[in-house]
């Protein structure tokens, strides 16, 4: 068998700052990165932005740190490698190759992919969803040759789709199951107000829509929607949601159903020597008292960065308030915490004319923010959030060591 001492699963951010602060505590130790995309560490932020309006970017560009880079800090990096199965109790994975691999303390990073539709149609060729580098490529290039497109799914990446195809000429039309924007984490207000920014660029918005089949007609696609309504187009795009990248994990017990593989707040799973972190991780958060899932590009970097320190040797609680900027057209908006524990929202500064914060609050304890607009104390508001979280971190106690069994 071929032993790691420790064994990422996954390139992304959390895989990769992991390998990289591990490499610096421990020397000596074999550190073994797998991946089965072809490249490691996707700038994904850029696939649905940059990427897609302009044609002049080449793929090289969305790869944040290139091969030789984990070459030099004598990081074994395996790519187009998948990982079939982990056996907690062996301490091993096995790969789509057969190949089996033991470790001495191992990360699970494997992130998430998109969720499809389970609607008739979901499978024909021009209906694109959006995770990799080659997914981009195929929907820039579709998008070359359209004159118009259905963006589905009224979330972050598909009103970030919606305007990226808008912006290169495209005629969109956006469907979605919520009555506004963001429907499912945002306040009705901060909904209403992007949704504003993109029907004044020309987006179609057609909100409150269950999407029931799509079609292959004359060359085109057709979107149908549950109340008759039938939108014509060359290409369709899909941001509906992801599913987490854990099925080879299925059967040990450390999983959360539908959420991911369960971890404490120093990101340690219920199995020896197996941590988890990123989008994969759903986390007990003593900054919201709450398990949950945070699936941002900078929150991955800092909790790969925090399991690849606890698993050398620190043992400290991941305690950190997360942020996801955007810019839709010229509307920068900013989410920081947790919008969706959120009961209530209030307006810090009144959401009107393309600015303004609202705060949501799950009982008497403020959760999270939206900002609209540039400027705004969004990191004073973040420092609000965590500084709450002080008194019950220092309630929270070690109940194993690292790498116990
Ligand atoms: C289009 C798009 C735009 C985004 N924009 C933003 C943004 O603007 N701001 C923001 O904060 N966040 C954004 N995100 C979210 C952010 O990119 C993710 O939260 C982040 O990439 C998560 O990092 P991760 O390391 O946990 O997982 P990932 O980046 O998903 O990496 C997972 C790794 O695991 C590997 N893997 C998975 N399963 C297996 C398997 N069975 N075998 C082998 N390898 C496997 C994958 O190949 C990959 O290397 C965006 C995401 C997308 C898709």
Known sequence: MNDADYLILGAGPAGCRAAQT????D??????????EPVPFTNRILLSKEFLTSDDLPPERAVVLPPDSFHALA???RTRERIERLDPEARSVELASGERMGYGKCLVATGSRPLTLPVPGFELPGVHTLRTIEDAAALRESARRADRAVVIGGGLIGAEIACALSMRGLRVTL?????WLWGHVAPETVGRAVGEALSARGI?????????????????????????????????AAGVGVRYNVEFLAGTGLLEPGRGVRVNPWLETEAPALWAAGDVAAFEDPVFCSRHHVEHWLHAQHQGRHAGENMTGERKVYRRVSRYDTRLFDLAVSVVGAPELAERWTEEEPIVAGTGTALGWSRERLVAAYRLGAGGAIEAIARRIGDEAEAVVSELTPTRSPGSP
Not at 175 to 179: P, S, T, Y
Not at 206 to 225: P, T
């Open 75 to 77: 990081i074994e990096l």
């Open 27 to 36: 020397r000596q130790a074999r550190v073994i990165l797998l991946t089965e």
């Open 22 to 25: 591990i490499r610096r505590r």
């Open 175 to 179: 469907i979605a199951r919520e009555a």
């Open 204 to 236: 179609d918005l057609r909100l409150g829509r269950i999407v029931v089949a799509i079609h292959a007609e004359g060359g085109e696609l057709a979107v149908e929607c549950g109340d008759g309504l039938l939108v014509r187009a060359p290409l369709v």
